[in-house]
Nanobody, 121 residues
Framework: QVQLVESGGGLVQAGGSLRLSCAAS????????ISWFRQAPGQERDFVAA?????RLAASGKGRFTISRERAKNTVYLQMNSLTPEDTAVYYC?????????????????WGQGTQVTVSS
């Protein structure tokens, strides 16, 4: 089992940037697929980005979001640029030992508590 803690959320104006961090403890992130999901009020939890044997990004983030890992800090980052109000959501990181498609929340075993991102227009 791995424990995950997200940080880095906040309030930013449209066009701004944020870097979210997902700090892992208990096991090395190298053992897992680590992904970011987001959930807006009244909406389902949606895939944003994944870091595993390959990197995947949702269409909504391509050209704007980057996912990366820092092994020394056992941390996965989500760099978000050119933010829009549509990016407003609670962002969660999740870990899976084996993920099939990467895209579905049910594939993941461990979740962080989430960090709020609010983008003002």
């Amino acid at each position: 089992q791995v424990q995950l803690v997200e940080s880095g959320g906040g309030l930013v104006q449209a066009g701004g940037s944020l870097r979210l961090s997902c700090a892992a403890s208990g096991r090395s992130v190298s053992s897992f697929v680590i992904s970011w999901f987001r959930q807006a009020p009244g909406q389902e939890r949606d895939f944003v980005a994944a870091s595993g044997s390959i990197t995947r990004l949702a269409a909504s983030g391509k050209g704007r979001f980057t996912i990366s890992r820092e092994r020394a800090k056992n941390t996965v980052y989500l760099q978000m640029n050119s933010l829009t109000p549509e990016d407003t959501a609670v962002y969660y990181c999740a870990a899976a030992l084996n993920a099939g498609s990467y895209y579905y929340p049910v594939e993941y075993d461990s979740w962080g508590q989430g960090t709020q991102v609010t983008v003002s227009s």
